[in-house]
């Protein structure tokens, strides 16, 4: 578990620490289930390749879902996710790393509580960007 | 709907309608997660080839799944399916055809009830068995 965060660390421009997930066949099995999606293009190589996809396809609410982990793992125990939304933007393949990262862009005090809008994007081996978002962290306070 | 079956209409060696099944990825991903049975052979089939397998393999709980189908369809509302069970045997392969048929070996009452002993089999195109399995069924009368 890492150190936890604190308002008075960030500022504009923080880095949150990188997560890096690398989900197999079995891993998007369990997700289809888990969401229903059931696309073929999330487990049947056969039927990726005919659609002319390069390989099986992480679904995107997976991938968005990892960036909210890289969230939550950097807000601990005491801070909260208040608010996430993403859009898919490119393909992440399954056995690849999903490199996911993220951004303080702004803190803020509203209504007693001390925010921080947040970036987030995941990206694939080749540098693309798959999955691009922002969320809003509620942090606790040293003082 | 078949025609309601009735214990005055068997005897041994009386065949039960057979039925034809073709289970796709999909119905094997789903098949997955209703089991818990995430074992790789039966959807990723990179993983299965190098497993030495000729490709994704129907989870032998399915096919029992189908012999059971065959027999509630031959039952109706009014017959009673009181035990199955079953061996795997062989493979049957996703995309192909799984022959499922079966036949009355034995017919009986038994503590007030018209019982009928039933051998089930279930077979891929080569004309292999996969499972062969018993049941016990329990038929209405027309008395």
């Known amino acids: 578990m890492a150190e936890q965060v604190y308002y008075e660390d960030i500022e504009a421009g923080s880095e949150i620490p990188a997560l890096v997930k690398r989900p197999d066949t ?9 969401s229903g999606d059931y696309y073929q ?21 997976l991938t968005l879902s ?14 909260t996710l208040v608010k996430l939304n993403g859009s898919y933007r490119g393909m992440n393949l399954v056995h690849e790393d999903i490199i996911c ?3 303080v862009t702004r803190k803020y005090e ?8 947040v970036e987030i994007w995941a990206e694939n081996p080749r ?7 922002q969320a809003v962290v509620a942090l606790p306070s040293r003082a």
């Open 127 to 133: 540098g693309e960007k798959t999955v691009t978002g």
């Open 66 to 79: 990892f960036l909210g982990q890289v969230l939550t793992d950097w807000l601990g125990e005491k801070g």
């Open 41 to 61: 293009i999330h487990y049947d190589k056969d039927f990726a390749l005919a659609s002319g996809l390069p390989g099986v396809i992480v679904h995107g609410w």
């Open 101 to 103: 990262g993220g951004k």
């Open 110 to 117: 509203e209504d007693g509580r001390q925010l921080a809008r």
């Open 26 to 34: 079995r891993q998007l099995v369990k997700f289809a289930g888990a």
